[in-house]
C-alpha cells in the first residue's frame, strides 16, 4: 500500500536504479512499519526540472500511504533525503517530499480495496 515516486533530473545507470530502488523500498517497509511485499516504488530518472532557478541535482518525491501518522512525517523526511543524499548526491536542501495519506476505500489493491 505504500508507494513511493521519486523524479530527479539526474540521469542514472541501471546498476544505481537498482539500488536505489531496492534500498527505497526496504526503507520504506521499515519506516512505516509495513511488510515490503506491499511497497511500490517508481523512480523516473533524466527529467528536465529546475529548483530555484538551477538545473544543479535535484529530486521530487512523492510517498502515499495508508494510515501515514502526520507526526511519522518529520523522520520520513529525513530518512528519505538520507537516501537520495547517499545514492544520488543531492543535498537535503534540494529535496521536495509530498506525503498523503491515502484513505483505504480510495486504495485498490487484488481486485478489492484496503
Same mark, same amino acid.
Given at each position: 500500500m505504500p508507494f513511493l515516486k521519486i523524479t530527479t533530473n539526474q540521469t542514472l545507470d541501471d546498476?544505481?536504479?537498482a539500488t536505489l530502488l531496492g534500498e527505497a523500498s526496504a526503507r520504506?517497509?521499515?519506516a512505516l512499519g509495513k511488510p515490503e511485499r506491499y511497497v511500490m516504488v517508481e523512480l523516473a530518472d533524466g527529467r528536465p526540472m529546475l529548483f530555484a532557478g538551477d538545473d544543479a541535482p535535484l529530486?521530487?518525491?512523492?510517498?502515499?500511504? !495508508?494510515?501515514?501518522?502526520?507526526g511519522a512525517t518529520p523522520a520520513l523526511s529525513d530518512?528519505?533525503?538520507d537516501l537520495v543524499g547517499e545514492r544520488l548526491? !543531492?543535498?537535503a536542501d534540494?529535496?521536495? !517530499?509530498?506525503?498523503?495519506?491515502?484513505?483505504r476505500h480510495l486504495w485498490g489493491w487484488n481486485g478489492t480495496t484496503f
Open positions: 546498476t544505481t536504479r520504506v517497509a521499515e529530486a521530487y518525491l512523492e510517498l502515499k500511504s !495508508i494510515g501515514l501518522p502526520e530518512a528519505l533525503c548526491g !543531492i543535498p534540494r529535496v521536495y !517530499i509530498e506525503f498523503s495519506n491515502a484513505a
